[in-house]
């Protein structure tokens, strides 16, 4: 990533000006989805851009201009960019529970922990999950990407990309209560201290 960085840097772009366009590509393809539905495609377009989201943190550290509020845009535009793809997908294959249980589990990771920092200083480090951003992510390019190749019966009352949105959003509901318990524990811990 420090490489690829050197031409940002070199042309002036920030590190927030980076992450503001990883946004805009993720909503161009989203909207462009339902026009040429290629799961596989959309797979490969989003993985390329979700990557490129790491481009903003490079040029960040080289030109030390890490914020506070660098690191707070880069997880809000990471949840909008989640957002856009769910949509595309809901719109695209009316998979609007399975995108909405997707979501919601989603953003249910996110504030669980981020809630709990409220109360209590937390170390990231300590907190690994199944199903956190990247991993989120993988499945779901991985999941699209490999679509035209698993055979799915179209008897089936369900699609594959039903079940794979369904799958996913399970998983990170279930990452979402494993962060819930940890911080109980954690905070009626140090509340008996």
């Known amino acids: ?31 462009s989805y339902p026009y040429w539905q290629n799961p596989m495609g959309f797979g490969i377009a989003i993985l390329i851009i979700f990557a490129f989201d790491s481009l903003d943190g490079a040029v960040a550290r080289m030109t030390n201009t890490q914020s506070s509020f660098g690191g707070y845009l880069d ?12 949509a ?19 953003y249910l990771v996110s504030y669980t922990k981020a809630r709990t920092a409220i ?25 699209l990407i490999a679509a035209p190749f698993i055979p799915w019966p179209e ?20 990452t979402a209560i494993q962060r819930f318990y940890r911080a109980k524990k954690l905070l009626t811990h140090n509340e008996r201290e």
């Open 119 to 143: 109360e209590h200083p937390i170390d990231n480090v300590a907190w690994p999950d199944l199903m956190e951003r990247l991993e989120r992510v993988l499945a779901l390019c991985a999941g």
């Open 155 to 174: 008897s089936w009352s369900f699609s594959y990309l039903s079940t794979l949105l369904l799958t996913i959003g399970l998983l990170t509901h279930a």
């Open 1 to 31: 990533w420090d490489r690829l960085a050197r031409l940002p840097i070199a042309l002036g772009i920030s590190a927030n000006q980076i992450t503001l366009l990883g946004c805009l590509l993720m909503l161009g393809v989203s909207i």
């Open 75 to 86: 997880a809000i535009i990471d949840r909008y960019q989640e957002l856009f793809v769910c």
């Open 88 to 106: 595309a997908l809901a719109y695209t294959h009316d998979l609007w529970i399975e995108a909405f249980i997707l979501l919601s589990g989603s």
